[in-house]
């Protein structure tokens, strides 16, 4: 099974250790956790060379050490400064009132007893200082600095996403530390603030809790965590409260109708992702998702045919650290599922090294069918973080479907909604009689959220606006040929069969063409049922019906023309 964490990200004092160098036992946990392929990575208060002093061979045991309280990294590379040093006429001023201090690279340490003059040079100095307690001791640091900033530069140094690492700590100053990572622990003996704070809380204290735990099953993944502060919301149930689905070590389901709203869906669920710094690989074959690089951090690939480098792919996603959508839609569909699948073969293997991206979104997921259970293949959907996109779920591989924890069923669409039935009843082993009603006179937007958990309920919900427009299969729609019986027939016998060139007549037509149309709302029909772009459909129904009560033609002609330029056209 693959590892679902990648890292181990330690406090050292009351964590792992109560004096000096770590147990012999605590020290054997480490090394096995890394013999399997791990990184260990060591995120302590201490200054480092008081450190090295109680353990010196530190460096043996850990991949990377974020010292003072994340201000500084040490590793085989050596030592990075991750912010200025706290000024010197600080320490100064506390010596003067008798306050005994200690000088890290970046920090002031002293007793947290000494809090309150501290607080008051710090004022008098005009400092942009913070002061962190940890139990009994006092850390001054530059503002901003914490266990969680300096681990997630050091991650991203290794490569690591944050999102398959876990941290464990015991003290005040690693509510950051645990925050951060896609699971939180601590550990028996940690104070009762963090405790609440953490989605784990082990039974044993210190390192032995720890050494437990690095042995234990949440971190081989046999037993799953799902962190209730990793959720997403989708949409709202009937009542207004937010529909949530989790965002940490689940498979998510989108299916339902043509038309119902699937990759409206996926693109929706894809934002909020993002939203959280999930990394997001999506494998769009329509040309359905590229206004996500709307998005910070979103870039587009797009692929021309199969010899574009699939192979580069991982590439991208591991340099550019972001989110990438791999537009296919001008491909076949043979050469879709070739792509996908040399692509899938090598993102795979980055994402058993490094965690990402974190997540991979798969839309028309029945058409490049790579998406099987076996554990070994490409595609393999049991290390979890994948979204599969689909109207056809049955014909996915069965142990894809055992694999799926949450499905999102969109409802009304076109006929192969009658399928939806038979696709939730297997799923959730619910009989017949019990779903049938929840799919009832659906409203525009409808979708039930279904987790595969025990108790197992159908949760109506409305699915929520995006962020980013969605304009379904737009890019054939601008460039492509529709088909002969959907192109758009104008009265002076000019046809249409885009975007493109539907703008380029309505643009230089003789006005009685655009008042011809305008007066029968041929405009705005179809663009809604052909192009089933109901956002613009209704701007052009409303231009088309100033026309008929003003008759201002060459007015209206641009009206029309600019809307569409804007949404297709740019």
């Not at 070994?376 to 049991?382: M, R």
Request: net charge negative.
């Amino acid at each position: 099974m693959p590892f679902p964490f990648l890292a181990v990200a330690v406090d050292f004092d009351g964590t792992l250790t109560t004096a000096g160098r770590p147990t012999e036992p605590v020290l054997d946990a480490i090394r096995e956790t890394r013999a399997e392929g791990r990184w260990m990575v060591l995120v302590t208060g201490r200054i480092l060379a008081e450190l090295r002093e109680v353990y010196p061979d530190v460096a043996d045991h850990f991949d990377l050490i974020v010292a003072e309280n994340g201000a500084v990294l040490a590793s085989d590379d050596g030592v990075t400064e991750l912010a200025p040093p706290v000024a010197s006429a600080l320490g100064g001023a506390l010596a003067h009132r008798d306050v005994a201090v200690r000088h890290g690279r970046v920090l002031l340490a002293c007793a947290a007893r000494d809090a309150r003059a501290v607080l008051e040079e710090v004022g008098r100095l005009g400092l942009d200082c913070q002061m962190v307690r940890n139990r009994g001791e006092l850390m001054v640091l530059p503002a901003g600095v914490t266990k969680g900033t300096g681990l997630m530069r050091g991650l991203a140094d290794l490569g690591i996403s944050r999102h398959r690492t876990v941290a464990i700590g015991d003290a005040e100053n690693d509510h950051h530390l645990l925050e951060v990572c896609e699971l939180g622990v601590a550990v028996g003996n940690a104070v009762e603030a963090l405790k609440r704070h953490a989605d784990v809380v082990l039974d044993e204290p210190n390192g032995y809790g720890v050494a437990t735990f690095l042995r234990g099953p949440v971190l081989s993944g046999s037993s799953r965590v799902r962190p209730g502060r990793w959720q997403i919301e989708i949409g709202h149930g009937p009542d207004g409260s937010p529909a949530l689905i989790p965002a940490s070590q689940v498979n998510v389901l989108v299916t339902g109708g043509s038309q119902s709203g699937k990759s409206y869906t996926a693109g929706l669920i894809a934002e909020r992702l993002m939203a959280r710094d999930y990394s997001v690989l999506i494998f769009d074959l329509e040309g359905d998702h590229l206004d996500l690089t709307r998005l910070r951090g979103v870039l587009a690939v797009g692929a021309t045919d199969v010899s574009t480098p699939a192979a580069a792919l991982a590439d991208v996603l591991r340099q550019h650290s972001g989110s990438v959508v791999v537009d296919l839609s001008s491909l076949d569909a043979e050469n879709q599922h070739r792509y996908v699948r040399a692509a899938a073969e090598r993102v795979d293997r980055q994402r058993a090294a490094t965690g990402l991206p974190d997540w991979i979104i798969a839309d028309e997921a029945h058409v490049a069918d790579i998406w099987d259970g076996a554990e070994d293949d490409c595609g393999a959907t049991a290390s979890k973080g994948y979204c599969l996109i689909t109207y056809r779920p049955g014909v996915l591989d069965p142990g894809v479907l055992d694999n799926i924890d949450v499905m999102i069923a969109t409802l009304g669409g076109g006929e192969e909604r009658d399928r939806l039935p038979d696709t939730i009843t297997s799923f959730t082993g619910l009989p017949r009689a019990a779903v049938l009603p929840h799919l009832a006179d659906p409203a525009p937007g409808a979708a039930l959220v279904i987790d595969r958990r025990p108790p197992i309920r159908l949760d109506p919900c409305t699915i929520a606006p995006r962020r980013t427009p969605h304009i379904r299969h737009w890019h054939k729609y601008v460039d492509g040929a529709l088909p002969e019986l959907h192109r758009f027939y104008f009265s002076d016998g000019a046809v249409a069969a885009n975007i493109t060139e539907f703008h380029r007549h309505v643009r230089f037509c003789d006005p009685s063409v655009i008042d011809y149309h305008v007066g029968r709302g041929d405009f705005s029909r179809w663009i809604s049922d052909v192009l089933q772009d109901h956002e613009l459909a209704a701007t052009v129904h409303l231009i088309e019906q100033q026309l008929r009560s003003d008759g201002n033609g060459d007015a209206i002609r641009g009206e029309i023309v600019a809307a569409v330029r804007s949404r297709y056209l740019g």
